[in-house]
């Protein structure tokens, strides 16, 4: 199975790790447009206790003109998920898509240089974590 994102755990807390990734995601010229709180999204609807666990969607508006020009559908991809997730013993894990592997299915050329630069952006962003 083709690994489809890129992670790093990190021995920080749930939430100094979503403030060290939003700040290295905005280093790449990324923003966080959406985050969606899964651990409380789960508790409200379904009145289920789970870890704490962060969906940011993150989007470098540059790179996303690009895309949706090559690729009118592409925004079913976009933005980029970067999740954070409390993993135990005061570890936290951060994994970002890898964009090269989302989109490999869409048969548009265009779009592979594109996502080459933001899968190299979202690289640098974990590995700087």
Do not use: W
């Not at 690009?66 to 009118?72: Q, S």
């Not at 933005?79 to 135990?88: A, E, K």
């Not at 899968?119 to 974990?126: D, G």
Request: charged content about 30%.
């Amino acid at each position: 199975m083709t690994k489809y994102y890129f992670n790093k755990t990190l021995d920080l807390s749930f939430e100094d790790a979503i403030a060290r990734i939003t700040e290295e995601l905005k280093k790449e010229g990324f923003g966080v447009l959406t985050e969606i709180d899964v651990q409380a999204t789960l508790k409200k609807k379904l009145d289920v206790d789970f870890r704490p666990y962060r969906i940011l969607g993150a989007c470098n508006p540059p790179f996303a003109h690009k895309a949706l020009t090559a690729e009118p559908h592409i925004g079913i991809y976009l933005p980029c998920n970067v999740i954070v997730q409390d993993t135990g013993n005061g570890k936290t894990e951060v994994a970002a898509v890898d964009p090269l592997v989302a989109m490999s299915k869409v048969e548009n050329p265009e779009l592979k240089p594109v996502a080459k630069e933001v899968q190299a952006k979202l690289k640098r962003v974990i590995e700087n974590l």
